[in-house]
């Protein structure tokens, strides 16, 4: 990609800075509806160029996001579409470590340069993102997550179901009592502490699992998946190391 000069949008010629000082302002909806439209007439009318987008936030996890971009909705060619044109949002270094505390839903506000369109991606680097509604995700220690599964799992599923397939993502502290992988390496897990046995098992990468060590009090972020009774354990999938300490 290359890097616009002094009158191209105020991306600093370095190429450390965010974006400043938006071409263009309007919606993640709006700006994805144009590249389905045309895609070759929105790559050539965006190319370099500095925009700010709104919209809600589709992920913030560094899992999905290949530890560097968040996702933002953008639009659907067709209402039955499985799959929509999101933006893609690459934080600068300095800037991802917030950006992984946003929540699924929240609105937001991205200023960034336009680093490619296409009907797949649109892809928006050095992005600078402000926080325009309340963060809709649940922080709670866990004890209290697991808990709630133990005293009435029902209510609890209730509660954190997104949609009839989907569960809602928390952010949950607590301090570690174990990290374990699968035999073959498939899977890397790292437990939190409930009360009276119960723990709180999330699912990670490697490098987390090999990072933790038992008595470590951490920040975690993943999506409730499922409640083992006879285990006293509730699984958090798609899970990641928010912080340390």
């Known amino acids: 990609m290359s890097v616009p000069g002094p009158g191209s949008g105020g991306v600093k010629e370095n190429g450390q800075g965010p974006a400043t000082n938006p071409e263009v302002k309007t919606s993640a909806e709006a700006l994805a509806k144009e590249v389905l439209a045309d895609e070759k007439a929105a790559a050539q009318k965006y190319k370099d160029k500095v925009v700010e987008v709104e919209g809600r936030v589709q992920y913030a996890n560094k899992i999905i996001g290949n530890n560097r971009m968040i996702t933002v909705v953008g639009a659907k060619k067709k209402p039955t579409d499985v799959v929509g044109l999101d933006i893609q949002c690459i934080p600068t270094t300095a800037g991802l470590d917030k950006a992984w505390e946003l929540g699924r839903g929240q609105q937001v506000k991205v200023v960034g340069q336009v680093a490619g369109v296409s ?17 809709p995700t649940a922080k709670l220690s866990a004890e209290a997550l697991v808990g709630e599964f133990a005293r009435d799992e029902a209510a609890a599923k209730k509660k954190y179901a997104e949609s009839d397939f989907v569960m809602k993502e928390v952010i949950v502290e607590g301090t570690v009592v174990g990290t374990e992988s699968k035999p073959d390496g498939s899977f890397h897990y790292v437990d939190l502490a409930g009360k009276n046995g119960q723990t709180v098992r999330f699912t990670v990468d490697k490098a987390t699992r090999d990072e933790l060590k038992k008595g470590d009090k951490v920040t975690m972020k993943g999506d409730v998946s499922l409640y083992d009774k006879d285990r006293k354990q509730l699984t958090v999938n798609t899970a990641f190391l928010l912080k340390k300490g």
């Open 119 to 135: 009907s797949s991606a649109i892809t928006l680097d050095r992005c600078a993102i402000t926080e325009v509604g309340s963060n």
